[in-house]
């Protein structure tokens, strides 16, 4: 077994032309060092980091080209090797999902209002609760919300520099995990919709679909969330002050 970070043998520093110094694994350590980032992904239920990954592997694994050779040796295959922004995942098939489906899995169907603020802070995000009602065109329930959060499929993402600082909401890892999605710009566009009858053939001629950034980054206009804000918003009891 490799121990983590290990200067082995077969390990060699070369430089290229710029005078950068690599590391460059001899073959079988390589291969090794698949075996072992296979087995990490393969026995967590969660979606593992390539931070985690790299940390478990000898120094000088190329993380990233590890995980696309072995995302490649298993396109073809039932269970497929996914994606999720830098995080990694085995799942069933997309093709297959149906055969291991048992009732006692089935999650709960989402209302249709549900599903409408779902789409919207995916396609949107970061966009707050009054933002998603102007796009719906009706008031939306707290209950709502709360059905998402619990599913762990939208979050608190931060806060508008506007008055009354309303929260933003965005979407999460969870919920790119469980649609399939590598990062948020593979949410399928206009075209895609209404190829799979999702979209009414009737729609504006103007009506068009965003594109999700697909960046965490905050934009110019909102601030992240604080343990502050998370008192306030009566998510954490609060911390009373300088206590010991």
């Not at 291991?100 to 396609?123: F, G, M, P």
């Not at 949107?124 to 009054?130: D, E, L, M």
């Not at 965490?216 to 343990?227: M, R, Y």
């Amino acid at each position: 077994m490799i121990d983590p970070q290990e200067r082995l043998p077969g390990m060699v520093e070369e430089q290229d032309e710029a005078g950068v110094t690599e590391t460059i694994l001899d073959p079988r350590v390589e291969l090794e060092a698949e075996r072992i980032a296979e087995a990490l992904v393969f026995a967590s239920a969660q979606p593992v980091s390539e931070g985690y990954i790299a940390s478990r592997l000898p120094r000088g694994a190329d993380v990233p080209r590890i995980m696309m050779r072995l995302k490649s040796l298993y396109a073809g295959r039932g269970v497929n090797l996914l994606q999720v922004a830098d995080h990694w995942a085995f799942r069933t098939a997309a093709d297959l999902s149906f055969i291991v489906q048992t009732d006692e899995n089935e999650v709960r169907k989402l209302s249709r209002a549900a599903l409408e603020v779902l789409a919207i802070i995916a396609y949107h995000q970061p966009v707050t609760r009054a933002e998603i009602e102007d796009i719906r065109g009706v008031q939306t329930s707290k209950g709502t919300l709360d059905v998402l959060m619990e599913a762990g499929w939208i979050r608190f993402r931060g806060r508008r520099r506007t008055p009354g600082r309303p929260v933003t909401f965005g979407s999460t890892r969870d919920f790119l995990d469980h649609f399939g999605l590598e990062e948020l710009r593979d949410l399928p566009g206009l075209e895609e919709l209404k190829g799979a009858g999702l979209l009414s053939g009737r729609i504006p001629a103007n009506f068009q679909i965003p594109v999700p950034l697909g960046d965490d980054g905050f934009g110019e206009d909102e601030d992240p969330i604080t343990q502050l804000d998370l008192e306030e918003l009566g998510l954490l009891a609060p911390t009373g002050g300088d206590g010991e």
